[in-house]
């Protein structure tokens, strides 16, 4: 039997870039706000460390209950994925990186008319004031920023530095700290220098009346007897079964976990049976591809500085990516290089792809009990390593389902954005020449040709209409008026720059429909 926990005007599940803003503007607006997260909540010094202590640092409720940590990997039929668990979502654990995208990513016949960079531009300065965003200064001297730089214009390519959402110079608040150039965006800032979406956004919902609810697992979502919507969750504290009506319900748990709480609703309860059939389908993981340059002809201090600081554009054809050299603090660096790079024959590239739905559980499980955290060491010099990361146009043409009680990706990435991984690889080739290192992709493309990806898009698409898409272009779900869905889901094409500023300017825009909707 289900607990009741209330009754809301607002009901937002997840606490991520979609659902803090949600919180706010709604909170702004004068209604009562419940989210829902099911992560904990983390306060500087407090992000994991240890990697022995695998249980806070992967999330696998579903194979393991007690493991509910910060990151959640996942390695599925198409892709490997990796997400955050917690309150902040991805914010916790991203680079920091915003960029407007080109005019030209809008122009995909994918997106609904009336979304354009121009129609953008009013929310895009909203999340910039809201998350103060700024570029590394010049005044701070970045050995591997510079290097990157040489590399591009010996290569003629554009670079630029994208704003980030770091306090630089003067801490951000009480308890926080300004940016210790500690290499460590990425696993959870313990000094508050980044501008998180719980520290930002979120702290002002709450100053508003706003209700977060930690460590709540939501299954599927039903229409309320007495209107509105009825949320179904499972504390993770007590192993409770509750319930949480609102009004409007947000769904803004992530690409993954909404389009999988959209799909058990329709597919498992059969709550929501009038869903589009358009529901999982043009799952992107925007062109992610990773590889490594070590070896380089000079020391590159990878461990000085934000994750990422400079940015090379490669919007000059088709298919169009950006790339970036992001590293991180010594111990990890260490690590990576302790992998090392493994040269495999003509014959053995590839040849394990046909294994990959086999080895899927063995990996899966590696990462859950951190198999995989302590490799092997090579003679490499981890100061002359990077890594190399492109975000590219791919075809956006994965479809999601449940397989079991399981999300799953099915997407042939490799056949069918073959172009790209080629231009991405030839360009990732150029800039370990000009380091004078050596380069090799990410050993899960050497060995299955399956990507990995940390931006999950797609499956609940903004559209005109539901034979097109999932949700309204104001993000309302087609057939179930005042259900809403705000988050990477909705975006329609891969983006082929870092997603995060377009996935909040979409949401600021959403936001200010469910306000009005009132």
């Not at 990462?367 to 490799?375: D, H, Q, T």
């Amino acid at each position: 039997m289900a607990t009741n926990l209330n009754r809301y005007d607002v009901v937002v599940v997840g606490s991520g870039f979609g659902g803090s803003i949600t919180a706010l503007r709604l909170a702004q607006a004068g209604k009562s706000v419940a989210v829902l997260e099911r992560g904990r909540r983390y306060s500087p010094g407090q992000f994991p460390r240890d990697v022995t202590r695998t249980d806070e640092l992967f999330w696998r409720h579903s194979s393991r209950e007690k493991a509910q940590g910060l990151y959640d990997v996942r390695f599925l039929s198409g892709i490997g994925t990796v997400a955050a668990s917690g309150v902040g979502g991805g914010s916790l654990i991203y680079a920091n990186i915003h960029v407007r995208p080109d005019a030209v990513v809008f122009e995909d016949p994918r997106w609904p008319k009336s979304y354009t960079r121009a129609a953008l531009e009013p929310y895009y300065d909203k999340v910039a004031k809201e998350l103060s965003l700024a570029p590394v200064p010049e005044s701070i001297s970045l050995r591997k920023r510079n290097v990157l730089r040489r590399a591009a214009l010996r290569m003629g390519r554009q670079v630029f530095d994208p704003p980030e959402a770091v306090s630089w110079t003067e801490s951000p608040g009480p308890g926080r700290q300004a940016c210790r150039l500690c290499a460590e965006c990425e696993f959870g800032c313990q000094y508050g220098a980044k501008h998180t979406m719980d520290q930002t956004y979120l702290a002002r919902a709450e100053a508003l009346g706003a209700q977060v609810l930690p460590r709540m697992l939501v299954s599927h979502v039903e229409p309320a007897p007495g209107g509105g919507y009825r949320v179904h969750c499972q504390d993770l504290a007590t192993g409770q079964r509750r319930t949480v009506e609102g009004t409007r319900v947000v769904l803004s748990a992530g690409t993954l976990g909404t389009v999988e709480i959209l799909l058990r609703s329709r597919d498992k309860a059969r709550t929501l049976p009038r869903l589009s059939q358009r529901l999982g389908h043009g799952y992107s993981g925007n062109g992610d591809f990773l590889g490594s340059i070590m070896n380089s002809r000079e020391d590159l201090e990878p461990w000085v500085g934000p994750d990422v600081s400079t940015v090379m554009r490669f919007f000059d054809a088709e298919p169009s990516f950006t790339l970036a050299a992001p590293t991180f603090n010594k111990p990890v660096m260490e690590v990576l290089t302790g992998m090392g790079q493994p040269r495999l024959g003509a014959f053995l590239q590839g040849v394990g792809a046909p294994l990959w739905p086999f080895l899927m559980p063995v990996l899966n499980t590696a990462f859950a009990k951190g198999l995989l955290s302590r490799p092997p060491r090579n003679s490499a010099d981890p100061a002359r390593m990077t890594n190399l990361f492109a975000i590219g146009r791919d075809n956006a043409n994965g479809r999601m389902g449940l397989k079991g009680n399981q999300l799953d990706v099915e997407w042939n990435f490799a056949e069918e954005n073959q172009a790209l991984v080629q231009r991405m690889q030839a360009a990732m080739r150029e800039v370990a020449l000009q380091y004078g290192g050596t380069y090799a992709p990410l050993v899960t493309w050497q060995l299955f040709q399956r990507p990995i990806t940390v931006h999950s898009l797609g499956g609940a698409h903004l559209a005109e209409s539901p034979e097109r898409g999932v949700v309204s272009t104001e993000g309302e779900v087609f057939n179930y008026p005042g259900l809403h869905v705000a988050d990477g889901s909705v975006i329609p094409t891969s983006i082929g720059f870092h997603p995060v500023m377009t996935i909040s300017a979409v949401s600021e825009r959403i936001a200010e429909a469910v306000a009005r909707g009132f």
